[in-house]
């Protein structure tokens, strides 16, 4: 079945392609130093980036695999919705101004303020790549998936054909845009993105006498009261209810030790901007979360769960068939191309996280040892855009078809396990040291891709990557109520068994630089 | 902050940061920051495990119906929005009325100090 007009579908999305491209063609023409190129000369106001977070963060895994998650789970795709918000508040009142005092451009900063410099800043890389790059082959999937049920591609090498062309828009844009160009991309997304599931909101909400109770029994009258009630997904057996658990913590704790999340706090003036950032953030991604509760039971209601079962794109076709159903073919094109360039919008985001962690952290100050010539770095930073843009490419070519959920669900638990313990223990934890900051973050990444490797995602189960072998022994398939803990309690141990202590003189100064903001980095003048 | 060539930290101005660390003053700031942040942070987090474990094990008073079709799961739900929008705008007044203005003081301080 393919609904709507491919040509139209192109010809808008092409238009957004068209108009960012002067955008970012104009804002970049400052793009010289490394604080331009990575931080955008932290030009941006708190508003600005606080759309710009949020353009990051309502990824594709959010729209369409939340509103598909809701059209057929109901309610067990709504707790999603509340982990991926939630989270947030971890990043406000503990992570975001800290770190804007304390830090340059990467995660990475802030850790060897007072820790000994190389081998953190390599085990930071190694993490901050590490959920780049799963975080880039679910959106790199959900651009093959999305593409065959908006354009009518359905064979596979139309399908990688065009997961290549929208690498290759995202390699120009990142090349071309630093960290400036990225924002504005990231912005107008946010904007189209919710401005568009704002008119189908109320578009749903209208044909049922704007009333929620009415819309819910209409979806229950189609779908079954079960699809109001918890437990259609998780509450089967009780292995899965536990997972459910371990999925509920790697969400709420994920999001904070995100790199490209946490980069986004470098590109405003003051740790106050970073502050104003976080707020616009949660206001717009729970007004969006809102949305998709009412478009997911709308288009349970609307649509059918069979028909979207059905469609090209599954589970994840729920929000563009509701826009069919409503608009018609133009408001399908447009919500189509609204979430093409969520894909293209995140993914920049994502590649100039991984480029500037492996340019500033590991050629930098691990290879050169921070004896670089000027924009040396940025160099560096452009030909990695370059060389993870085609390894996306490749990768995303390679997982066509694989669960993008369990791709992003698996970078959350790895930054929560890897990240999220090293920044709280380093901002919070005086006696913090090297050793635990190493433990806890390759701990942390190694329990999280070791109990992966060993559960029924990669094999012994159906729905597996390799359903035909076995060699599966952990249950679940989220490792996060395992590897989380682990990575506090492994930057615990090595802590206290350290028996070189850290330097008490920096200690004192990061503390009172990060709580009064003295000496960070300012925004650069043009 | 800087590194020496070997890597290793070294203070990077004649500030004493340990003298003001340990000024009752800047110990006062500390606290007040810490003391709203740390039980917050643990409060919507124990709220938020409430809310995942009645999600996960208690279907049957989640599906309670309260009015029309909205059930007691939803309305949690929706209650875990207005908990975060409210905590997000306490904590926004509480530092911009306590924390700004003495974060400000410290810096004016020390770029003072780093003058002389």
Known sequence: ?526 | MAHDDTGTNVPSTAIDYVAIEESPAFIEHKRRHRSFVFPLAIAFLLWYFLYVFLADYAHDFMSIKVFGNINVGLLLGLSQFVTTFAITTWYVSFANRKLDPAAEKFRNELEEAERA
């Open chain 1, 1 to 526: 079945m393919n609904v709507g007009d491919p040509i139209l579908n192109i010809s808008i999305f092409a238009a957004f392609v068209v108009v960012t491209l002067i955008i970012v063609l104009r804002v970049s023409r400052t793009n010289k130093t490394a604080n331009d190129f990575y931080a955008a000369g932290r030009s941006f106001s708190g508003g600005q980036n606080g759309t710009a977070i949020a353009g990051d963060y309502l990824s594709a895994a959010s729209f369409l695999g939340i509103c598909g998650a809701i059209a057929i789970n109901g309610y067990d795709g709504f707790l999603y919705s509340i982990g991926f918000l939630v989270a947030w508040l971890v990043a406000l009142l503990l992570v975001a101004e800290l770190l804007r005092n304390t830090g340059k451009f990467t995660m990475a900063d802030v850790l060897s303020f007072r820790l000994k410099e190389r081998p953190v800043r390599l085990a930071a890389a190694t993490a901050t790549l590490a959920v780049c790059f799963f975080y880039l082959l679910a959106q790199m999937a959900g651009a093959g998936g999305l593409v065959s049920l908006l354009l009518g591609v359905n064979d596979r090498l139309g399908q990688s054909v065009v997961i290549a062309v929208v690498g290759f828009i995202m390699i120009f844009y990142v090349l071309i845009g630093g960290m400036k160009g990225t924002t504005w991309v990231q912005i107008i997304k946010a904007v189209l993105l919710i401005a568009g599931a704002g008119v189908m909101t109320v578009w749903v909400l209208a044909l049922n006498g704007f009333n929620l109770s009415t819309l819910l029994g209409q979806a229950a009258s189609v779908a079954g009261e079960g699809i109001l009630n918890p437990g259609a997904q998780y509450g089967l057996t009780g292995l899965s209810r536990l997972d459910f658990v371990s999925l509920a913590l790697a969400l709420v704790l994920g999001t904070a030790g995100l790199p490209h999340v946490l980069m986004r706090f470098y590109t405003v003036p003051t740790a106050k901007e970073a502050r104003r950032s976080v707020v616009w953030a949660i206001w717009l991604i729970g007004l969006f979360y809102l949305f998709t509760l009412v478009l997911g039971y709308g288009a349970a209601y609307l649509v059918g769960k069979d028909a979207i079962l059905a469609a090209p794109g599954g589970v994840n076709s729920a929000a563009p068939l509701l826009a069919f159903e409503l608009g018609g073919s133009i408001l399908l094109a447009v919500i189509s191309a609204v979430a093409f360039a969520t894909i293209l919008a995140v993914v920049a985001g994502l590649t100039i996280t991984a480029a500037t962690s492996f340019a500033h952290d590991v050629y930098a100050n691990v290879i050169k040892k921070g004896a670089v010539p000027p924009n040396g770095e940025v160099k560096v930073a452009r030909i990695t855009v370059v060389v993870i843009g085609v390894l996306a490419i490749v990768g995303g070519i390679g997982v066509q078809g694989q669960n993008i959920a369990f791709l992003v669900a698996l970078a959350f638990a790895i930054a929560a396990s890897a990240n999220l313990p090293t920044i709280l223990y380093s901002l919070f934890w005086r006696k913090f040291t090297t050793r635990g900051a190493l433990w806890s973050m390759y701990g942390g990444l190694g329990s999280a891709l070791l109990l992966i490797i060993f559960s029924p995602v990669i094999s012994g189960a159906e729905t597996s990557m390799f359903s035909n072998v076995d060699f599966s022994w952990f249950p679940l398939s989220n490792p996060g109520i395992v590897s989380i803990p682990l990575g506090f309690f492994l930057g615990w141990l090595g802590t206290v068994t350290s028996s070189v202590k850290e330097d008490p003189q920096i200690a004192a100064e990061m503390e009172v630089r990060s709580l009064t903001g003295h000496g960070a980095e300012k925004a650069s003048s043009h």
